[in-house]
């Protein structure tokens, strides 16, 4: 195993919201994450479609496993998000956290939400603030 499957492994292991999502890591590397999830029933708003929340909570989870795959931990320092579509129950939503940057403090990451249909849901951006201390201690 790889260090970068280390460290996707040690997050995953503890992250209880992103596995009540449903989320699957489709592909993982320094840098980069692409991820996939179904909209369910209990993920709605009001108006039946998916709630802003649970499509915001999916782009921070692959903001999350994106800025930590070098192996430092990495926290949200500053995010937003641009809703384009809604999403709907069933849809299987995509998201690609891609990096722009990464210096000694801060990283920058673009994520992209889209349905099936390959119709853009969401773009969201991230700010993360490197700390000094490892993902794996064994670093």
Not at 84 to 113: H, Q, R
């Amino acid at each position: 195993m790889n260090n970068t499957s280390k460290i996707l492994e040690t997050m995953l292991e503890n992250d209880h919201y992103s596995k009540w999502m449903g989320i699957v890591v489709d592909e993982y590397r320094e840098g980069y994450c692409r991820v996939h999830y179904t909209i369910r029933k209990e993920m709605l708003n009001g108006f039946g479609i998916a709630h802003g929340g649970n499509l915001f909570s999916a782009a921070d989870s692959a903001f999350a496993f994106a800025c930590n795959s070098h192996g430092r931990i990495s926290v949200a320092l500053d995010v937003h998000i641009s809703f384009m579509k809604p999403g709907k129950e069933g849809d299987i939503v995509s998201i690609e956290a891609k990096e722009i940057y990464t210096g000694n403090k801060t990283s920058f990451y673009d994520i992209t939400l889209t349905n099936e249909a390959g119709e853009i849901l969401a773009v969201f951006k991230g700010t993360a603030y490197r700390t000094s201390k490892y993902v794996v201690s064994n670093e």
